[in-house]
T-cell receptor
Framework: DTGVSQDPRHKITKRGQNVTFRCDPISEHNRLYWYRQTLGQGPEFLTYFQNEAQLEKSRLLSDRFSAERPKGSFSTLEIQRTEQGDSAMYLC?????????????FGEGSRLTVL | AQSVAQPEDQVNVAEGNPLTVKCTYSVSGNPYLFWYVQYPNRGLQFLLKYITGDNLVKGSYGFEAEFNKSQTSFHLKKPSALVSDSALYFCAVSHLEVTFGTGTKLQVIP
């Protein structure tokens, strides 16, 4: 296993379209996190899963954002009716249950550009 | 609420010189502190962590960090900088969730 994998690496879309990002965590990791990073800022927490349970989703930026992890393995982050302000890097990270919340393994990110 | 401050947007250092990237934190209770590095167009990579114990923590690529409880600081250090160390560095604190700083761009000049 080579690490956290994210797809696509770069997505360009028109305003109003829906986009979906996929994250495949390290196989033995049961925690999965989504972050957003904009230029000049640190990663901003969005949501996280332990196995298939979404334990925190109050930080999702609006009701246009949703995330799933149906079988406790890969996860998807969907943004509906995209806006130009959604342009950012979306980072996925995973960790082992019982590890510290800050010991995260990040993927390389999915960069979203909304025209 | 917990927070992290990285007061310098950019740090420039000559190759071979020691480097310091500053971080201060605010959290109730005992802090868990972390440093991450981000290379261009890449995800963040874990460098080191402080949980408890020795105030000087050693991490990857020759980096270390010094925890100072009285100053609520967790500065990242390296005795001799390499050009390849040029990257974006993030300090983070976790209690129940992880909060990242805004990052410091390290530029090592040959």
């Amino acid at each position: 296993d080579t690490g956290v994998s994210q797809d696509p690496r770069h997505k360009i879309t028109k305003r109003g379209q829906n986009v979906t990002f996929r994250c495949d965590p390290i196989s033995e990791h049961n925690r999965l996190y989504w972050y957003r990073q904009t230029l000049g800022q640190g990663p901003e927490f969005l949501t996280y899963f332990q196995n298939e349970a979404q334990l925190e989703k109050s930080r999702l930026l609006s009701d246009r954002f949703s995330a799933e992890r149906p079988k406790g393995s890969f996860s998807t982050l969907e943004i509906q009716r995209t806006e130009q302000g959604d342009s950012a890097m979306y980072l996925c990270a995973s960790s082992l249950r019982g590890s510290l919340a800050g010991e995260l393994f990040f993927g390389e990110g999915s960069r979203l550009t909304v025209l | 609420a917990q927070s992290v401050a990285q007061p310098e947007d950019q740090v420039n250092v000559a190759e071979g010189n020691p480097l310091t990237v500053k971080c201060t934190y605010s959290v109730s209770g005992n802090p868990y502190l972390f440093w991450y590095v981000q290379y261009p167009n890449r995800g963040l990579q874990f460098l080191l962590k402080y949980i408890t114990g020795d105030n000087l923590v050693k991490g990857s690529y020759g980096f270390e960090a010094e925890f100072n409880k009285s100053q609520t600081s967790f500065h990242l250090k390296k005795p001799s900088a390499l050009v390849s160390d040029s990257a974006l560095y993030f300090c983070a604190v976790s209690h129940l969730e992880v909060t990242f700083g805004t990052g410091t761009k390290l530029q090592v000049i040959p």
